[in-house]
């Protein structure tokens, strides 16, 4: 059992940047594959990025790339997302997501654990 808890969500203006991290219980982090999903008010949760145990070419949704980073601590059972140059369009709770294995996945179908979520707002 894997219990996720996330943070660093919030409201900021556009163009600016949040960290958001996700602590993890358990001492077998490192054996879990890490994502990152949002959702939007009246949307379907989408992936935004996910990152493997030995964080070997971490996944991005488009809309992201080139402006957001995944990255894991394993020592600290946490993983981050660093988002900059932030968009109104990125306005939606974020959920951190954990599933065992060692291949980077981008279904919320296939994660098994969820956190809360945290939400960011991103003001125009």
């Known amino acids: 059992q894997v219990q996720l808890v996330e943070s660093g969500g919030g409201l900021v203006q556009a163009g600016g940047s949040l960290r958001l991290s996700c602590a993890a219980s358990?001492?077998?982090?490192?054996?879990?594959?890490m994502g990152w999903f949002r959702q939007a008010p009246g949307k379907e949760r989408e992936f935004v990025a996910a990152?493997?145990?030995?964080?070997?070419?971490?996944a991005y949704t488009d809309s992201v790339k080139g402006r957001f980073t995944i990255s894991r601590d394993n020592a600290k059972n946490t993983v981050y997302l660093q988002m900059n140059s932030l968009k109104p369009e990125d306005t939606a709770v974020y959920y951190c997501a954990a599933v065992r294995t060692i291949a980077v996945l981008t279904s919320a179908r296939e994660y098994d654990y969820w956190g809360q979520g945290t939400p960011v707002t991103v003001s125009s």
């Open positions: 358990g001492r077998t982090f490192s054996s879990y594959t």
């Open positions: 990152i493997r145990r030995d964080a070997y070419r971490p």
